[in-house]
């Protein structure tokens, strides 16, 4: 979990509500990853970002959104949450020696009732 | 859509026995790494290994790499309590990790005293 921090840790909201969840890291890397893990899927690609002004989807963007205004901070965004929304989040970012491998942040719980 | 396949899904053994969980993919890699994740803890990075090697060591971990079967092994010897979690792989495609990491099921490893 070095450098990379998440908030809230915890969060349950109503379906329609917008959701944002945050992630901040201190290690000045450029690239910044958004995960979702669900049950019996592992974890999956939402969207990604080579650095401010750069955002990317991944394997499984829909209903998701992200922006990146400094090198720190990517947050995601739930315009209108869902059930189908309900999972773990983890946010990462590239270790510097071996930046193929990811720090991974402690992750968000939402439960979208 | 899922890279890697764990097996099994679950497995437990006594502590002090080896632990082997098997991971196949489908496409072409750059890289296979495997990942450990605590209950409720985001994942730590374990160990890469690349497409041009056949196996890999760190402490008690032994990774092994079959690129013409798309499948490597993941070997913990001497299991301790303190390895009871989730191991997943994740492979990096031939353009590289910049992309993302594409992750499997996972295989969950419990160490009975």
């Known amino acids: 979990d070095a450098g990379i921090t998440q908030s809230p840790k915890h969060k349950v909201t109503e379906t329609g509500t917008p959701v944002t969840l945050r992630c901040h890291q201190t290690?000045?890397?450029?690239?910044m990853y958004w995960y979702r893990q669900d049950p019996g899927h592992g974890l999956r690609l939402i969207h990604y970002?080579?650095?401010?002004?750069?955002?990317n989807k991944g394997e499984v963007s829909d209903g998701y959104s992200v922006s990146r205004s400094n090198t720190e901070d990517l947050p995601l965004t739930l315009e209108s949450a869902a059930s189908s929304q309900t999972s773990v989040y983890f946010c990462?970012?590239?270790?510097?020696?071996?930046?193929?491998?990811?720090?991974f942040g402690p992750g968000t719980r939402l439960t979208v009732l | 859509s899922q890279q890697g396949e764990e097996d099994p899904q679950a497995l437990s053994i006594q502590e002090g026995e080896n632990a082997t969980m098997n991971c196949s993919y489908k496409t072409s890699i750059n890289n296979l790494q495997w990942y450990r994740q605590n209950s409720g803890r985001g994942l730590v990075h374990l160990i890469l290994i690349r497409s041009n090697e056949r196996e890999k060591h760190s402490g008690r971990l032994r990774v092994t790499l079959d690129t013409s079967k798309k499948s490597s092994s993941l070997l913990i010897t001497a299991s301790r309590a303190a390895d009871t979690a989730s191991y997943f792989c994740a492979t990096v495609s031939r353009g590289g990790g910049a992309d993302g990491l594409t992750f499997g099921k996972g295989t969950h490893l419990i160490i009975q005293p």
């Open positions: 970002s080579y650095g401010v002004q750069d955002t």
């Open positions: 990462a970012s590239p270790h510097w020696t071996e930046t193929d491998t990811q720090y």
């Open positions: 290690e000045n890397h450029r690239y």
